[in-house]
């Protein structure tokens, strides 16, 4: 049964995807440049969240359920740049907890690399339905990146998968209510909304095995809408988030835009964090 617990945070301040598709010169480049611009935008969107962040709840809902291990492996899906993770390795360590760190995802840009890691990581360049490692993982951690692996069903069995024997799973997306999740379902992709925690802790209890349980946790912050001399990209990167990988028509983008400009200068982000793990 899942048990659904509120968790106040209001106050916390390559291996190339080269497949057998040919493609041409310019098709590289138009990659690139997608890439290069969904890490910009990631990073602008940051500095949008300012300091309130859910990586201290999400580290502190794993911790409680390492049962004292002070080393554990970690898979990171859709690592990006490696700014989120970093994070979670640095609030570990200071609990004492060493962090083995694994990370995949088909876009790692060089910035990862030269990240201050404290204990340097596996960086993986690989879209994760090709990711095949020989090893479990103690705890699989997918922070906003579940909407970007294909089938449901698919993605979450293959997260499942690699967990090692009582190993933690943990997936963040948007609640409802969260302005990227409002752009996304109403404006940007209506024909396909990003599925929500009830989605999530449904289709987990058809795969998990007996033994787990789910929990969910909620995490809410502001997100600055002006404030920015670039102010045309900050509003920019928000739909770029919020389109995930959908294709976006003009009219979508401008009322995407109009409804951003209403809501004045900052608005919600609301994330939940659903958690796997055997009940005790
Ligand atoms: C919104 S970002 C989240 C990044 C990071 N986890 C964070 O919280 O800052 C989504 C990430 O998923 C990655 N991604 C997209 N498709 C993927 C796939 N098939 N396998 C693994 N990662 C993927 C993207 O490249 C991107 O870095």
Redesign the pocket.
Known sequence: MDTRRVYAASRLTRRENHASVRTTPQQVQYEDRNRTH?IDS?KILRSAFGAISETPMLVDVIHARLKGRNRVSML?????DG??AIKVMAAFADRGVRLDLTG????IPATAYSQDWIYSPKLMVA???EFEPRCRYDVVNA???LY??GKLDTALRKLVSLLSRDGVLAITIWDDGCILKILHDRYLSPRDPAPGPKDIANALSGILPPTYTTQTYYFEGPIALNGFTDEGRLEESVID?ARRSAHVSNRARMLAYTYIRSLGPTSVRRNTIIVASPSC
């Open positions: 969904l990631l990171d899906v859709g690592i990006a700014s989120s995949v995802d088909p876009h879209s994760f339905d922070t906003q990146s970007y692996l988030i």
